[in-house]
């Protein structure tokens, strides 16, 4: 049974930072590809970012230069550092799991997390 359990998430200021973190169980972590995914209210899910199992990391226009995905395979954990928060960043934020591919903004893969709020405000 594959278990994904976001945290890190939290009530921060315009500016500020957060990292998000997403331990995996039940799924050879090392071989999959993981993904960020946020929903806002009233918004459809978004892919934030996504890595490969070899680190090959991509992200979604709005986050580039802010946000950094990262991966510790020996420690099951897929984390998300996300610097210069603006309100626009407030949203649940998900972890994704792939056996094989990496997820896209079109195809997330199967495995889901229960969510973490982020909200950035003053």
């Known amino acids: 049974q594959v278990q994904l359990v976001e945290s890190g998430g939290g009530l921060v200021q315009p500016g500020e930072s957060l990292r998000l973190s997403c331990k995996a169980s039940g799924i050879i972590f090392s071989r999959g590809g993981m993904g960020w995914y946020r929903q806002a209210p009233g918004n459809q899910r978004e892919l934030v970012a996504a890595?490969?199992?070899?680190?090959?990391?991509n992200y979604a226009d709005a986050v580039k230069g802010r946000f950094t995905i990262s991966r510790d395979n020996a420690m099951n954990t897929l984390y998300l550092k996300m610097n210069s928060l603006k309100p626009e960043d407030t949203a649940v934020y998900y972890c994704?799991?792939?056996?094989?591919?990496?997820?896209?903004?079109?195809?997330?893969?199967?495995?889901w997390g229960q969510g973490t709020q982020v909200t950035v405000s003053s």
């Open positions: 890595i490969s199992r070899v680190g090959t990391a």
């Open positions: 994704n799991a792939d056996f094989f591919n990496v997820p896209t903004a079109t195809t997330p893969g199967p495995y």
